[in-house]
Nanobody, 124 residues
């Protein structure tokens, strides 16, 4: 199982970014996939999690209405579209596998395999 994130960068407040998480060693219908973020000096926190068997997605309150997950089955890739970005969204963003088909939590201890992360910086 391997996950590789990309798409991070520097963006102004109010801007948008789309992160990608390319999965290998398994297909996306086997594991639910979550996104997490970790800001300097803070704990890693859950952002969202998409079921493997349907499109239902769990979102943290802090990103609801601004972030959305999607996937491309052919590319075995999951995306995190981030709109209306705020300085407090600045963090390293990680994707991770959840060992079940359906997301029920955003607790990092419930997620198994992790990517290396991609930096998102929101600043003017």
């Amino acid at each position: 199982v391997q996950l590789v994130e990309s798409g991070g960068g520097l963006v102004q407040p109010g801007g948008s970014l789309r992160l990608s998480c390319v999965a290998s060693g398994f297909t996306l219908d086997y594991y639910a996939i979550g996104w997490f973020r970790q800001a300097p000096g803070k704990e890693r926190e859950g952002v969202s999690c998409m079921n493997s068997k349907d499109d239902n997605t769990l979102y943290a309150d802090s990103v609801k209405g601004r972030f959305s997950m999607s996937r491309d089955w052919d590319k075995n890739t999951v995306y995190l579209q981030m709109n209306s970005l705020k300085p407090e969204d600045t963090a390293v963003y990680y994707c991770a596998t959840y060992g079940r088909y359906y997301c029920s939590t955003l607790r990092k201890s419930d997620f198994d395999s992790w990517g290396q992360g991609t930096q998102v910086t929101v600043s003017s």
